[in-house]
């Protein structure tokens, strides 16, 4: 089976700290996605990476970075948490393919900014 | 327009009911039709998926695409409480990251 683990379920930070969220893949993807979802607003892509050293933006990549160092790590950065970053913040990854549809996710990370 | 429209319910319905969930969408582009399930407090998995027009069945699960009409439905026959959950349509075309409608929340009750 495909596993996505995220590093944690439920995280509280305070305003202004740097949060790392970590993302592990063992099904050597090469494509890698980070999400948030919030209410009322669905699933919104953030970045995206198709492969080592390389990412892309997505639909809102503000206050956001990321790092792709290996295969089968993706890890999001929270630069300076603020309030309106809280959320559930969900990983996939999948095979190149026409449209990387099949996307396997990670259980998600509530992350609640204080 | 938003590129992808589902209404978000919450869509309640008894067991054994026939359900269907939609979405609608703006871009002509889109080629790659996809259902994802969403339980409470986990990540989306993938349950069914379509390429350009047409039925597909899985089950008691059958996808259909209409891109005359920029629509496409999932039907889930015999409806069990099991299938409670919020159902995401998704859609890209060739090469793109995947867009998401918002999802419509789903309880069947026994």
């Known amino acids: 089976d495909v596993k996505v683990t995220q590093s944690s379920r439920y995280l509280v930070k305070r305003t202004g700290e740097k949060v790392f969220l970590e993302c592990v893949q063992d099904?050597?993807?090469?494509?890698m996605f980070w999400y948030r979802q919030d209410p009322g607003l669905g699933l919104r892509l953030i970045y995206f990476?198709?492969?080592?050293?390389?990412?892309e933006k997505g639909d809102i990549p503000e206050g956001y970075s990321v790092s792709r160092e290996k295969k089968e790590r993706f890890s999001l950065i929270l630069e300076s948490a603020s309030t309106n970053q809280t959320s559930m913040y969900l990983c996939a990854s999948s095979t190149p393919g026409t449209g990387s549809y099949e996307q396997y996710f990670g259980p998600g990370t509530r992350l609640t900014v204080t | 327009q938003k590129e992808v429209e589902q209404d978000p319910g919450p869509l309640s319905v008894p067991e054994g009911a026939i359900v269907s969930l939609n979405c609608t969408y703006s871009n002509s582009a889109f080629q790659y039709f996809m259902w994802y399930r969403q339980y409470s407090r986990k990540g989306p998995e993938l349950l069914m998926y379509?390429?350009?027009?047409g039925n597909k069945e899985d089950g008691r699960f059958t996808a259909q695409v209409d891109k005359s009409s920029k629509y496409i439905s999932l039907f889930i026959r015999d409806s069990q409480p099991s299938d409670s959950a919020t159902y995401l349509c998704?859609?890209?075309?060739?090469?793109?990251?995947?867009?998401f409608g918002k999802g419509t929340t789903l309880s069947v009750s026994s």
């Open positions: 379509t390429y350009s027009s």
């Open positions: 099904m050597d993807h090469e494509n």
């Open positions: 998704a859609m890209s075309s060739a090469g793109t990251a995947l867009i």
């Open positions: 990476s198709y492969d080592v050293k390389m990412k």
